[in-house]
């Protein structure tokens, strides 16, 4: 029993301290100062302090209410008795103190008899009943936790760790012959030369020399003498070592479907679903056909380092009917899980277990220096899914999307309750056990494969609370020193969605998401012949709409949802189920066609726009080869790999283009300036400073040559600027220049 333990309160109003619903021992913003990257700090001189005990005990203030009579607290530990919990005001603080059991404690503020609104968005929360809370998270002080002390990786791979093992009340020191380490890989003993343990004061440092560029991740575990584990073992603590600090900007992402993407042994483990059209069946494709390609250097050729896996969970084995309420599917997308760690075991193959090799992928992307983004899958389960089957009640059903009285959005709309299918139970974060277990199984399932980041299905559908709370767990960890996170959302609006996406954007939620409003212009402008000018609108409406986030938003020229870019460019979209004619792929080995050549241009120039923009572009698999689709499923068919010449040209130009964003870091990270824009003519520049400058131009119409003028500010009087894609290059001539371009070609300068 814990009552007699007292729990010291003081509670803050308007901002209330990061410290608020972590764990409950020194180990927030103690880390060093380091992102486990590339860092140049000795930490040998870190003095680690004596022995720690954790404490049960904890002022938490409360700074606001200058004019308030009183303050009180109410919430679940005191039955929301308005009087119960009194808060006494001290050199301009108020402060209380509550004697709590471990959990997890739903509570707002009282100001002089009035509840208190909304909580801060900042802030962790709990839903009790219909209103949303303040949540009071009391951690077990019996038991002990890690404290990161230090951690860095130096610019010669030197790997050095500082971990505080903090006992629980009662002082119990560390057991050293339970000490369990890795680094990736790489098991470390206990008893080597690169782990010293003072059992005396609890420190653990770790001291590693890296002898290759990749991800090394610790993981430490650990018991006291009387054989109590450390809270949430194994710690984990994502860094890398590379030769380039990376930040998310320098990214390009791919999304791989992967029964869809290469099937490495040509057999599927598991008999073929019965009853299924082949096109909505499993067609085979299988972790270690991306494997392949990852060692291949297939994404390293297109400049591609984020790799966005479809859904890894374990699927339903049977058939379900789709949307169309006739058609039978199989859960070859991922998008229907049955269990929240075991991965789907069609993605194995004949040598190896899906999990195996799920971590073989991401063990030589990591090697490359490739993030990994996990499909997480939250607003929804399948009915057979291990939770409805421990919990019948978190998985009760509701209305189907779509149905009367049932909207997807709209007044008469249920976004957040209603089924994507009937088989498909809406979780409900509202009740905080469904939530709890989720974000644990999230986070664990990140740890077991070691991911770098998480795409959020279907976020508009959620409440705020599970995607903040997500996000705050990966704070925790980066808090303590570890790689940042990446967490992108996909919220499926129109044109004019931009205030439905911000919505769920903030330091607090996701860092960004797709950018649906971009979209729709992007395919006008290069698919049905729109104008430039209306992109460049588009353009600046996003820059304003999205402001800092801007930059962590993820352009598009297609994915999973729509009909492919190809299909929607020819106007031959037939329909899903009828396999629409792929004119890429139906063209001559050895020539390229005139048909095939205004798909080349199209999507060539859509690739460079898209790879040339500020954020963090997307290329859907087979986009690089111009793979037709209309909609679902027939927009998710198989990749294909004997490419004849016009497929060919466009991966071609698509492998260019990103080669380009990787080594000109204007592309990358810079600010952009409009320099000319009419219906058929855009001229644009990304610069980082005067001189560090890169031009895109691009011509719809017949040939041109335009004086365009050179702002003085980007420094580039004088200079020769040269295409990386093309032979064409211009001189700069005081504040203009004179740029040529034929009709459908586009042009990469950089600064000679």
């Known amino acids: 029993m814990y009552i007699d333990r007292k729990l010291t309160i003081a509670l803050l109003a308007a901002s209330l301290l990061p410290l608020l619903g972590c764990p409950q021992f020194p180990e927030e913003n103690n880390a060093s100062g380091t992102t486990g990257q590339n860092n140049s700090q000795n930490n040998t001189t870190i003095d680690p302090g004596p022995a720690e005990e954790r404490e049960c005990s904890r002022v938490v203030e409360y700074q606001g209410g200058e004019g308030a009579s009183s303050v009180t607290i109410a919430g679940e530990f005191n039955d929301w008795d308005i009087n ?52 009071l998270r009391v951690d077990d002080c019996s038991i002990p936790a890690w404290k990161v002390v230090s951690n860095d990786v130096s610019e010669d791979g030197e790997i050095t760790v500082t971990l505080k093992f903090v ?35 609890g420190v653990v440092q770790i001291t590693y020399q890296a002898e290759e560029f990749g991800k090394y991740s610790l993981r430490a575990s650990a018991a006291d003498v009387d054989g109590r584990p450390v809270q949430g073992s194994p710690l984990w603590l994502p860094m890398w070592y590379e030769e380039e600090p990376f930040e998310w900007q320098d990214s390009v992402m791919y999304l791989i479907f992967t029964d869809r993407f290469l099937d490495s042994d040509g057999t599927m483990p598991v008999p073929p679903i019965q009853g299924v059209a082949p096109i909505a069946g499993y067609m085979g494709g299988d972790f270690n056909g991306i494997l392949q390609k990852i060692e291949e250097g297939y994404f390293e050729e297109m400049g591609v380092n984020l790799l966005w896996l479809s859904p890894v969970y374990e699927n339903t084995d049977e058939a379900w009917v789709g949307g169309d309420g006739f058609n039978m599917f199989t859960g070859f997308h991922g998008y229907w899980p049955t269990d929240p760690l075991t991965t789907e075991s069609r993605y194995g193959d004949t040598e190896q277990s899906s999990d195996a090799r799920l971590k073989q992928v991401i063990d030589a992307a990591h090697a490359r220096g490739i993030r990994i983004l996990f499909d997480v899958v939250h607003n929804h389960v399948h009915e057979d899914h291990l939770y409805c089957r421990e919990n019948p009640g978190w998985c009760a059903k509701t209305c189907t999307c779509g149905n009367d009285g049932c909207a997807w959005e709209g007044p008469n709309g249920k976004p957040l309750t209603c089924q994507f299918a009937p088989y498909l139970p809406d979780l409900s974060y509202r009740n905080h056990e469904i939530l709890k277990r989720q974000v644990n199984d999230t986070m664990r399932l990140a740890e077991k494969f070691d991911v770098d980041g998480f795409r959020v299905d279907a976020a508009k559908h959620m409440d705020h609370i599970i995607m903040r709370s997500l996000r705050k767990r990966t704070q925790e960890l980066e808090a303590k020193g570890a790689t940042p996170f990446y967490t992108v959302g996909e919220t499926y609006t129109g044109g004019d969605g931009y205030g439905l996406i911000m919505n769920y954007v903030a330091d607090y939620e ?7 409003p971009l979209l729709y212009p992007i395919r006008g402008t290069f698919g049905h012949d729109g104008s430039f000018r209306d992109l460049e609108a588009a353009v600046v409406r996003s820059e304003m709409a999205y402001g800092d986030a801007y930059m962590w938003m993820s352009p598009f020229l297609g994915n999973h949802d729509i009909p492919r870019f190809s299909t929607d460019a020819l106007g031959n979209d037939w329909d899903p189920w009828s396999s629409t004619l792929d004119v890429m792929a139906q063209g001559p080995q050895d020539t390229i066609t005139d048909e095939q050549w205004n798909i080349i241009n199209r999507m060539s120039m859509g690739f460079a726009f898209l790879l040339t923009q500020p954020g963090i572009p997307l290329i859907y698999y087979g986009d690089e080869i111009g793979l037709a689709g209309s909609a679902d499923p027939d927009n998710r068919r198989m990749m294909f790999w004997d490419w004849n010449a016009g497929q060919a040209e466009l991966a071609s130009r698509v492998k260019a283009l990103g080669q380009a964003r990787k080594e000109l870091e204007p592309l990358r990270r810079g600010a952009r300036t409009e320099l000319w824009v009419d219906d058929s003519l855009y001229v644009y520049a990304r610069h980082t400073g005067p001189g560090e400058v890169v031009i895109v131009a691009m011509n719809k119409g017949g040939a041109r040559t335009e004086e365009v003028t050179i702002p003085a500010d980007l420094g580039l009087n004088g200079k020769t600027l040269s295409s990386v894609n093309s032979d064409r290059q211009f001189v700069v001539n005081g504040t203009s220049a004179s740029v ?13």
């Open 84 to 135: 119960a919990t009194p808060l006494e005001r001290s050199e301009g603080i108020w402060r209380a103190e509550v004697q709590l059991e471990p959990g997890d404690y739903a509570y707002k503020f009282v100001i002089d008899g009035e509840y208190e609104g909304e909580p801060p968005p900042d802030v962790p929360t709990k839903w009790a009943g219909d209103i949303e809370n303040r949540n």
């Open 167 to 201: 006992s629980a009340t009662g002082g119990a020191k560390i057991d050293p012959t339970s000490l369990d380490l890795s680094l990736g890989n790489i098991e470390l003993d206990a008893s080597s030369d690169a782990v010293d343990v003072d059992v005396d004061q």
């Open 510 to 516: 996701l860092h960004g998401q797709f950018d649906f």
């Open 740 to 752: 040529q371009l034929n009709s459908w070609e586009y042009a990469v300068y950089k600064v000679d």
